[in-house]
């Protein structure tokens, strides 16, 4: 079953108006359960708007989102996904663990598996001793971690990514992005993931969709098929090789 | 210990410019009436105890009564302008062209309603004039909140009064209590200055005007005086409640080393 079927769909903002954008057309992508997809393109190419799309967060101008076979919006009700954001989105007058138990309140969880679910999730990401802080007080890569515990803490077959690490330094992002592949490692959940960085769409999935903008399309889907990621893969030529097949695509979308 | 630390500087200002005023008047002794030294003022609140207690009594009471009613009022508008268009659409312009009244000025016509010697008065101009501070930053701070907060909510089905909630609310209280410490002076002045039109005549307002009056100027400042003790109580009210229903703000302003 495919996790995500996106079928001819275009997204028109402020139809009928002088400030009317066409952000999206002609869009057709099908992501299988379990895989790690990356949107990449330059500013204004439609690839948050899709994004929202997958989400239900926005909805299709023309065309139709399935998740999990299901229409988009049916699978937010039926919280199907957890999403991150370019910045954490934290709520600062919340404790770490009650961070990620937003979520599951909402769903009516107890309060005894809630405390149990936000203490398994903090050790995931390795943040097990912050539980009782609040998040002004974590660096801006814990917060992040946080945020992404709280998307995976009701165990959703899909996680929707923003930019996520689009705010942070060059050496908390790669750590970062070895924290996510081992949690995508761990927990087998489907990933879209949105980012500006050519290196990290190669590093992080398993195939990159390239878009073009004014109205944003998918002009190339490259495959990332490098294998388990380890220290060595970002200093492996196969490696530089995929950088360079995705730089190429976003040249010839420039153009 | 903290707290003493806080206060040490201002106090030491205090006495300072205290000592000033009390060594300037001695040294070049103008008449009694332009500025009493600070120890008549004193000498004037202990003989007139009774007086000044009971005017700050009264004057307290329609400060307190009208600054939580002002602060119900701009609180619930905040809340329904920011839920529903509709009440955006009639109660944002009318409060706005409310604010553009001078409300003190509506003091003598206000008596006119409500009778020259009720309280009532005075308390609809304290309303009115907290009402708006109180609203329009409520407002602000229930509609300025993270815009990936909200789809965070909304990608978890969360209906619209959870999202105000989760949300908005706790979004909104330092702007709520940025909001009432501007009140609790403005409560204060308003009360006072109301009084000065009508309203009980032992309260701390008429006291003013009629120890002025019989140019007994250090009673007129020792109804001064408690009227600004009303306002500091409040002040500090305010604080207390602040840390209480926000005990993660003073954690932020700490980290980001904010005034």
């Known amino acids: 079953m495919n996790a995500i079927d996106v079928r001819g769909v275009a997204k028109v903002f402020n139809p009928g108006r002088s400030n009317q954008v066409e952000a999206l057309s002609g869009i057709d992508l099908s992501v299988e359960s379990g895989e790690f997809i990356t949107l990449i393109g330059p500013s204004g190419c439609g690839k948050s708007t899709l994004l929202r799309l997958i989400a239900s967060l926005l909805s299709p101008s023309a065309g139709s989102v399935q998740v999990n076979a299901k229409p988009a919006e049916q699978a937010r009700l039926d919280r199907d996904y957890g999403m991150a954001f370019q910045t954490a989105g934290l709520f600062d007058w919340r404790t770490v663990a009650k961070n990620i138990e937003l979520p599951l309140e909402l769903m009516g969880w107890s309060k005894g598996d809630r405390r149990r679910r936000s203490a398994e999730m903090l050790d995931l990401v390795k943040l097990g001793e912050f539980a009782k802080h609040h998040p002004s007080e974590l660096s801006g890569g814990m917060q992040q971690r946080v945020a992404i515990a709280r998307a995976l803490a009701f165990s959703p077959s899909l996680l929707l990514m923003d930019e996520p690490f689009g705010a942070l330094d060059e050496m908390t992002r790669e750590h970062m992005q070895d924290e996510l592949l081992r949690i995508w490692g761990e927990t087998g959940t489907t990933v879209v993931f949105v980012t500006h960085s050519i290196p990290e769409a190669v590093y992080l999935s398993t195939r990159v969709v390239v878009m073009s903008p004014r109205p944003g399309r998918i002009a190339a889907i490259i495959n990332a098929d490098l294998g388990d990621r380890t220290a060595a893969t970002r200093d492996d030529t196969a490696f530089f090789k995929k950088v360079t097949e995705v730089r190429v695509a976003l040249r010839d979308v420039e153009g | ?259």
């Open chain 2, 1 to 259: 210990m903290n707290a003493l630390k806080g206060l040490s500087a201002p106090l030491a200002a205090g006495v300072v410019i205290f000592g000033l005023w009390q060594g300037a008047l001695s040294l070049l002794d103008p008449d009694g009436f332009v500025l009493p030294a600070p120890s008549e003022i004193v000498g004037a609140l202990i003989d007139n105890w009774d007086e000044v207690y009971q005017g700050t009594r009264i004057t307290g009471f329609v400060v307190v009564s009208g600054l939580l009613a002002g602060i119900l009022l701009g609180a619930a508008a905040a809340l329904l302008v920011t839920r529903f268009r509709t009440a955006n659409e009639t109660i944002t312009p009318l409060a706005v062209a409310v604010n553009a009244i001078p409300i003190i000025a509506l003091a003598p016509i206000f008596n006119n309603w409500f009778g020259l010697t009720s309280p009532r008065s005075n308390q609809a101009i304290v309303v009115a004039l907290v009402f708006f501070p109180v609203f329009i930053n409520t407002a602000r701070g229930l509609v300025r909140v993270d815009p990936s907060q909200v789809e965070l909510m909304e990608s978890y089905a969360a209906n619209r009064w959870r999202i105000t909630r989760e949300v908005r609310i706790p979004n909104a209280m330092p702007f709520f209590f940025t909001a009432l410490k501007l009140a609790t002076s403005l409560a204060v002045i308003a009360a006072i200055v109301a009084e000065y039109f009508g309203g009980r005549q032992d309260a701390l307002g008429p006291m003013i005007t009629q120890s002025a009056g019989l140019t007994r100027y250090d009673e007129a400042w020792a109804a001064v005086l408690a009227g600004a003790a009303i306002g500091a109580v409040l002040y500090g009210v305010v604080l207390v409640f602040e840390r209480v229903a926000m005990p993660w703000h003073s954690l932020i302003r700490s980290h980001r080393e904010e005034p």
